[in-house]
């Protein structure tokens, strides 16, 4: 039903053609589907729309990812020498998921969310949107829910598409600040004086420390939880004291606790204000999964797959509304069937209604006109970017 009723075809091709009507940017394209069972469908690639669509009719895939712009069609990779066979483009993309962020919540962990942590990926849309708009200069930015625990992020700007692989590598560790695997307590060591990126994220993620972490999470609740924040300390006697008070006071509360924190920093350390600082970032700012966004041929989940487990469309997210999205309130297969049903049940459909598309008679709608709206965007721009080109004169004889 989702993928021949609802499934955004001729959007999806805008989106991902830039513009420019048959071209490379989707003939070459790589797609891969995983079908019931677990069967992995990798190097797909496809002439048109209708062949495309033709195919997923054929095969129903439970999942859908795209891949990079290759110099070859994918379909017909095993036809030339491997080293012709490369990627030559692909948009920046971003993956946060929920699970990186299991040694600092308390509510939930591995592939389970609530109100409560799904507010980590409130804050990183929000920080890393206002990078890449304010600090890279990108314009066209689509944040996708992957319809279970995380968000991802697709930049399709032309200077995003063509960076290479050391590019990428560089845009996120310009990004990235929490660093170190588990065994390392603390993550996240930034110089006093922050730069103006910083600056702003930590403005942004400043006032969610005591709400979030102290309150909601409260990893200052329990000396489990306690034990990793005093970790970060690199003053023995601080901790000790500090794990001392809070195992006499058990019951009070994270604000207490956190109070109690900063003035033992204050007497102890010449770096107070960059090491409370820095646990807030640690415990507040984005978690990126760098490989995502550092090689060119890694795939990443096509917005409006519908998850195999939550049933949830993988929904677009306004980051200037990112506070309002719910992730239990997103459409699923069952109420989007519902929905249809009653449509064709409340009594004679009209010609004037039969023509409108069946999305606009769901609550796909909104996110629908969303992502319409960033396509159109950016069609706009390839449109004055090519009309730009054509009036330049041509000064080569």
């Not at 509510?107 to 990183?124: A, L, N, Q, R, V």
């Not at 207490?256 to 007497?267: F, G, M, P, S, Y």
């Not at 004679?348 to 409108?356: A, P, Y």
Request: proline share 5%; aromatic share 12%; glycine share 4%.
């Amino acid at each position: 039903m989702f993928y021949q009723r609802l499934f955004p075809y001729q959007t999806f091709y805008r989106w991902l053609n830039y513009g420019s009507g048959v071209s490379k940017n989707f003939t070459h394209r790589e797609f891969s589907f995983t079908l019931v069972n677990d069967i992995y469908i990798r190097f797909q690639s496809f002439n048109d729309l209708p062949s495309f669509k033709k195919e997923i009719d054929r095969l129903q895939p439970i999942k859908i990812d795209i891949g990079a712009i290759y110099s070859v069609r994918p379909k017909d990779k095993k036809t030339v020498n491997e080293k012709a066979f490369r990627p030559l483009e692909k948009e920046f993309v971003l993956d946060i998921d929920m699970t990186d962020y299991d040694e600092i919540r308390t509510c939930c962990t591995g592939g389970d969310i609530c109100h409560k942590c799904w507010e980590f990926m409130t804050i990183s849309i929000k920080v890393i949107d206002a990078c890449l708009r304010e600090d890279f200069g990108f314009k066209h930015i689509l944040w996708v829910y992957s319809g279970r625990r995380g968000v991802h992020c697709w930049v399709g700007d032309e200077r995003a598409r063509m960076m290479d692989n050391e590019t990428r590598k560089a845009v996120i560790g310009y990004m990235e600040v929490i660093k170190g695997g588990a065994s390392m307590e603390r993550k996240v060591r930034l110089p006093r004086v922050l730069h103006p990126s910083l600056k702003r994220s930590f403005e942004l993620i400043k006032p969610y420390f005591k709400p979030l972490i102290l309150e909601e999470q409260g990893v200052l609740d329990t000396k489990e939880q306690w034990d990793k924040v005093l970790g970060i300390l690199s003053d023995t006697v601080a901790r000790e004291k500090l794990d001392e008070q809070w195992t006499d006071d058990a019951m009070a509360s994270g604000t207490a606790k956190w109070q109690q924190l900063e003035d033992e920093i204050k007497l102890s350390s010449k770096d107070y204000d960059s090491v409370a600082r820095d646990i807030q970032f640690q415990y507040l700012y984005p978690r990126l999964d760098s490989n995502v966004s550092t090689h060119i041929n890694h795939l990443l989940k096509s917005p409006f797959c519908v998850h195999p487990k939550t049933q949830r469309v993988c929904v677009p997210i306004d980051p200037e509304l990112c506070d309002e999205f719910d992730p239990f309130k997103v459409p699923t297969l069952s109420t989007l069937n519902d929905e249809l049903n009653q449509m064709a049940s409340s009594g004679e459909i009209t010609d004037e209604e039969r023509k409108i598309p069946d999305y606009k008679k769901t609550s796909l709608k909104p996110y629908m006109e969303l992502f319409e709206k960033i396509v159109q965007g950016m069609e706009t721009e390839a449109k004055a970017n090519s009309s730009n080109k054509r009036a330049q004169p041509d000064y080569t004889w």
